[in-house]
């Protein structure tokens, strides 16, 4: 007998069963995953960009304002566009 | 050749040249043929009727060579069952194919191979043997035992005297390759065979002649008896392999002897299979037929923890196993010895390594319908199960004998299907078992490789930010009521003391803006409005910022809460020129020097905090999951529950649990040194 005969006749041996696989990846490990790569990523587009979720008040300072005197020092403007303070 | 029969006259016809011994078809004498001439060996056993899909003279084809089979004999196992050897003729040598429990062995002789003693060899033991090309395998000892030649037929290619035992050594090596040393009466020197081990489709068998006359093909065909006990009725669905029936109306053993029936004794218990004998089902090697059913028990710490086993059989493959175990189902195959490395608490087979599980003394309790040995009841063995689920390998040994097994994990609701849905509700599993899958196995894979991936992004990023300044400076918060100057034609819009503008400084875009805050507070608070105002668009960004410090002595021990800093983050804005104005209030008589400084690209670690608490909830929620599941299935081992693989999960959980124990630990310390007190 040959190595040639061997190689023809045996895939797999007889007696030499298949490990059985896990399976599919479940529903719960797709979530997962996909819940994974969003935390990921938005922490990576967050740390990348520098963006802020939520942040600072944003507000504009309107030009006649702004061109008055004083400007943006104005105390009108701020005494009224603010009320913050504890 | 053609010569007379030395016993009978009869017509003897030597087909081949190097065959030595042919049967005589008329007296059925072994007739040897030696330079001097002829001469009988005595007369043979007549064959038992065995099913074979192998026949006298057929064509067969290993490989690109060709055989015929000429000869073959029947061997009675030291153990009971009957095997068959065949005889086939190559064109340059001689094969002998083995045919046992629908398995085929084709193998060569092998001259020269120095050989061990039998009496050096033990089941599972390694031993390097030389093959047909001289290379050298490693092969592993699965058997050692002795059988007996019985009825012969056709040409042979050595001197078989009818009736003689030999002893033998078979092994394998994992990969398909066979070996058998044949040791004869032990006085000789040992011959190696070495082959493979090979189906019946790699065979190809075709043509020949019925091996005697009646004899049957391989149909699986069924017998039915008379229980020589009460005389009710047993079918044997495999009578040419079956050693043992137990009657299933007088609970009684039976001995199979070529599908005679004789009564060996009574069972004291009673076996009653939920899935009947001779129920077909269909699994993933095809359809296979219920043919017996038997309960054992792992005897654990003197306590008996029984199991049901049916056995299974399908003519082209052979014998299978589904295993019920606390309702839990396993179907399970046959591996070769070799195939399995076993390495202390643990094994490795294709690649994958499984821990063990459990070590346990197995027991026949009761016994229903046929098996293929010599089953009785209290029939010891002694049993090694390592598991990486879904699969489970069970190592079974007795004293010349080493089996492998693999388990493979079945749901109740797919051996109900595999059954055709005849039964419903077959078991209800209890508690978790030794090669049961994690439902939620796929999941620590994503969550670990995530948290630790989150890990290394924030290690990342810290190390890249390089914050740059933009603005520093120190300013006073007025103690007391805050003052705003009268408005006068000079100063028409004053400023109050509380309120400050910085000189203008130039921001970029694409960084966050860091605005922090530093008070010096002795038992008091400040609050602090900061805005930055881009001067050209007059773009507004506003955040605030708390501070409080108190501190004190009481009892003699100082002590101090609250926080003199406060810094807040804002996301990129314009580049261009920026103001600062900051409103502040404190609760002092006194004035309160406060610094501020403003920074751009700061790392946020606060993110990278919220990102990993994110991902750790769900990481804890399964990592205790896996935990548990783990524990109660580890429970169950002879190992106990330390002997559970470990994950990032469960150590996480562990390490939880161990400071939380601790934590229990200490408050009871405590609680219970008070009450001391």
Known sequence: MTDETKSESAARPPDRPEMPKTGKRSILTMIIIGFSVIVVGGYTALAVTQRELGGADKDEIPGSVRSSPGGYRSYSYWHSGYHGGK | ?677
């Open chain 2, 1 to 677: 050749m053609k010569t007379a029969c030395p016993n009978c006259g009869a017509d003897v016809e030597f087909r081949y040249d190097d065959s030595f011994v042919r049967i005589c078809t008329y007296c059925r004498n072994a007739v040897q043929r030696t330079d001097r001439g002829v001469e009988t060996l005595g007369k043979v056993a007549d064959l038992v009727p065995l099913d074979s899909p192998l026949r006298l003279f057929a064509d067969g084809q290993l490989g690109s060579q060709s055989f015929i089979l000429v000869g073959m004999a029947q061997v009675r196992h030291g153990a009971g069952g009957i095997t068959q050897e065949w005889y086939a003729k190559f064109s340059d040598s001689w094969g002998w194919l083995a045919e046992a429990q629908g398995r085929y062995y084709m193998t060569f002789e092998v001259e020269g191979a120095k050989l061990p003693d039998i009496d050096t060899l033990s089941p599972g033991e390694k031993v390097e043997l030389p093959t047909m090309l001289g290379a050298t395998r490693t092969f592993t000892v699965s058997e050692i035992g002795t059988a007996t030649y019985m009825g012969v037929n056709g040409e042979l290619p050595f001197k078989l005297v009818p009736d003689s035992t030999y002893h033998f050594a078979d092994l394998s090596d994992g990969e398909g390759n066979f070996a058998t040393i044949d040791y004869g009466d032990t006085s000789e020197e040992p011959t190696l065979y070495v082959g493979q081990q090979c189906t019946l489709a790699d065979l190809q068998i075709r043509g020949g002649e019925p091996v005697m006359p009646g004899s049957r093909d391989a149909t699986g065909t069924s017998k039915r008896l008379a229980c020589p006990n009460c005389n009710a009725p047993i079918e044997l669905r495999v009578p040419d392999q079956s050693l043992r029936a137990a009657c299933g109306h007088c609970n009684h053993l039976l001995d199979v002897n070529a599908g005679a029936l004789a009564v060996i004794g009574k069972l004291s218990h009673k076996a009653t299979a939920r899935i009947p004998l001779g129920t077909k089902g269909t699994f993933a090697e095809g359809e296979m037929t219920v043919v017996g059913y038997m309960v054992r028990d792992a005897q654990i710490e003197g306590t008996d923890y029984p199991f049901e086993e049916y056995l299974l059989y399908k003519p082209e493959l052979g014998y299978r196993w589904l295993v019920q175990s606390d309702g839990h189902w396993s179907y399970v195959q046959p591996i070769a010895v070799g195939a399995v490395e076993q390495l202390g608490d643990e094994c490795r087979y294709e690649g994958v390594k499984l821990k063990l599980f459990q070590t346990a003394p197995l027991r026949v309790y009761s016994v229903l319908g046929e098996f293929y040995w010599k089953v009785q009841a209290g029939e010891q063995s002694f049993g090694n199960d390592f598991v990486a689920p879904p699969a489970m390998i069970s190592k079974e040994s007795t004293g010349n004998e080493e089996n492998w097994s693999l388990c493979t994990y079945m749901k109740v609701a797919d051996v109900e299907k595999a059954f055709g849905d005849k039964f419903q509700s077959l078991s209800t599993p209890v508690g978790v078992a030794p090669n049961q899958p994690d439902p939620t196995r796929g999941v620590a894979t994503p969550l670990t490789l995530a948290f630790v991936l989150l890990l290394v992004l924030g290690i990342v990023f810290s190390s890249l930010a390089s914050p740059t300044t933009a603005y520093e400076k120190t300013v006073a918060i007025p103690g007391g009521v805050p003052v705003t100057p009268e408005v006068t034609a000079t100063n028409p819009d004053p400023v109050p003391s509380n309120v400050f503008f910085s000189e203008p400084f130039q921001l970029v875009s694409g960084k966050n803006v860091e605005i922090g805050f530093h008070a010096s507070l002795s038992n008091n608070w400040a609050y602090v409005v900061a805005s930055i105002v881009n001067t050209a668009t007059g773009e507004v960004y506003t955040i605030d910022g708390s501070m409080e410090y108190y501190s004190g002595i009481d009892d003699g021990e100082s002590w101090s809460e609250g926080s003199e800093v406060a810094r807040d983050v804002i996301g990129p804005v314009a580049e261009g020129a920026y103001v600062l104005r900051l409103e502040m209030q404190q609760g002092g008589g006194m004035d309160a020097p406060l610094a501020v400084r403003v920074r751009q690209g700061v790392f946020r670690g606060g993110i990278l905090g919220w990102a990993l608490l994110v991902l750790g909830i769900p990481f804890l929620i399964f990592g205790i999951y896996t935990y548990t599941f783990e524990r109660r299935r580890w429970t169950n081992s002879s190992e106990g529950p330390s002997g559970a693989p470990k994950t990032a999960l469960t150590i996480v959980v562990a390490a939880v649990v161990v400071v939380l124990s601790g934590i229990v630990l200490i408050l009871k310390a405590f609680a219970e040194s008070s009450s001391d007190d």
